[in-house]
């Protein structure tokens, strides 16, 4: 992949190649979740992954982020293999590279959501000033600049993951992923959020990939892809409407 701009090569923002997970099932016999996936993402560009309940989207998820290890397979993120970082550094490759949003938000409820999306830039290391002053610029964008000082109990379901959002491109990560970030949310709450998710990521230059039973949703990315039995593979432009479990 080339930079349009200088001509250099730049590595891919996401790099999946030959991707299994196996897991032991009660009965002792293995459960093979993930067959073979591969997957190539650039800097910039928006992946949906759809398919039944219970076939691995979340596996998978997880597995590109550095949060679980694939059986067989590599994952690379920005080039960097994370097979040969040790604990510490495939922490530091999360905090820096990866935002996360999951379908519930995971705020610290005890926080502000001016603190809860300053964290992880402190757990980074950032001057508390600067980690201030990106934070009420991101709660800005996501339009809850008068709600920076409520801790989550005080906000609505939208306004929660509008603030995970937020913090999730705290670090201004290269990629973004999300698992059903609006399943939990009514239609206009999830619209909203779907708006705000596609602006950030196109005015920071992020790439995304969003697992989701949301047609619409996964309609506004570049691809979208459907994973089913194990396997990862492309439906085109069309995506006829999901059931409430896909």
């Known amino acids: 992949m080339s930079d349009p701009r200088s001509g250099a090569v730049t590595p891919l923002a996401v790099e999946a190649a030959r991707v299994e997970r196996n897991f032991d099932g009660a009965d002792g ?3 093979r979740v993930l067959r073979g996936v591969d997957l190539r993402l650039g800097r910039g560009e928006t992946v949906s992954i759809v398919g039944p309940s219970g076939s691995g989207k979340s596996t998978l998820l997880h597995i590109l982020g550095g949060l679980d290890l694939p059986t067989e397979g590599s994952i690379a993120l920005g080039g960097r293999d994370l097979a040969n970082l040790d604990d510490v550094q495939l922490a530091q490759v999360r905090n820096r590279y990866v935002g996360f949003v999951f379908q519930f938000h995971h705020l610290l409820r005890d926080f502000t959501a001016l603190e809860n999306v300053m964290m992880p830039q402190l757990i980074a290391g950032a001057a508390r000033a600067k980690a201030r002053k990106r934070a009420l610029d991101l709660l800005d964008q996501v339009g809850l600049a008068d709600r920076s000082g409520h801790v989550p ?6 306004e929660q993951q509008r603030v995970a ?5 705290a670090n201004e990560p ?3 992923l999300a698992d059903e970030p609006s399943g939990n949310l009514d239609l206009e709450t999830s619209d909203l ?4 998710l596609f602006d950030l990521v196109r005015d920071h230059g992020t790439a995304m990939v969003v697992v989701t039973h949301n047609s619409a949703l996964a309609a506004r990315t570049d691809r979208i892809l459907r994973l089913a039995s194990g396997v990862l593979e492309s439906v085109g432009a069309e995506l006829a409407p999901l059931e409430p479990g896909d």
């Open 29 to 31: 016999r293995e459960i």
């Open 153 to 158: 109990s005080k906000l609505s379901g939208g």
């Open 165 to 169: 959002t937020a913090r999730a491109l």
């Open 174 to 176: 290269p990629v973004l």
């Open 193 to 196: 959020l779907h708006d705000v």
